[in-house]
T-cell receptor, first 114, second 112 residues
């Protein structure tokens, strides 16, 4: 089955700096890669996702890049703010056209220092 | 509109007891998923339902775990003879299929 590895497990940055979180996946059949943000005691919420036919996607301060050859994808947050502090999870999903479970990375605790 | 809801929000039980966790997906969502999140860990897939198809139970950790989805809507996850290692947050998610999964608030299960 699919295996997703996520690094780093913790990340501290100064407010205004950029943060990068990296994930690798094992199964080349995976073709959908979402990123979820989970604040303490809250449910995970999707912040951005990318499909395998796209190499990069951006939404304001957040961007995701995908390298299918190397089987890795990354989350980039620019101009970080204290409210960006949370746990971020990457995930991978296989299959086209029907539901499949997500395989999650182990999470990155991002702390933005004021 | 209403999001995914789960009940109870917290459940404390004694080792050996059975528990039932409920999930109400977003109306119209054909796919429903159960995940488990242990303290400080990622989300572990348990089971998913897609329409009228047979559920994918490949993530269930033991035969003490089962789930059903009635009428293509509400789902119940049942854990029989609970063990302390079952303590975790159980998250339900729903989607329209091959799209974003929306998560519920979770049920925090504590087995004493």
């Amino acid at each position: 089955g699919e295996n997703v590895e996520q690094h780093p497990s913790t990340l501290s940055v100064q407010e205004g700096d950029s943060a990068v979180i990296k994930c690798t996946y094992s199964d080349s059949a995976s073709n959908y890669f979402p990123w979820y943000k989970q604040e303490l005691g809250k449910r995970p919420q999707l912040i951005i996702d990318i499909r395998s036919n796209v190499g990069e996607k951006k939404d304001q301060r957040i961007a995701v890049t995908l390298n299918k050859t190397a089987k890795h994808f990354s989350l980039h947050i620019t101009e970080t703010q204290p409210e960006d502090s949370a746990v971020y999870f990457c995930a991978a999903q296989m299959g086209w056209g029907s539901a499949r479970q997500l395989t999650f990375g182990s999470g990155t605790q991002l702390t933005v220092l004021p | 509109g209403a999001g995914v809801s789960q009940s109870p929000s917290n459940k404390v039980t004694e080792k050996g007891k059975d528990v039932e966790l409920r999930c109400d997906p977003i109306s119209g969502h054909t796919a429903l998923y159960w995940y488990r999140q242990s303290l400080g860990q990622g989300l572990e897939f348990l089971i998913y339902f897609q329409g009228n198809s047979a559920p994918d139970k490949s993530g269930l950790p033991s035969d003490r775990f089962s789930a059903e989805r009635t009428g293509g809507s509400v789902s119940t996850l049942t854990i029989q003879r609970t063990q302390q290692e079952d303590s975790a947050v159980y998250l339900c998610a729903s989607s329209t299929g091959y799209n974003e999964q929306f998560f519920g608030p979770g049920t925090r299960l504590t087995v004493l």
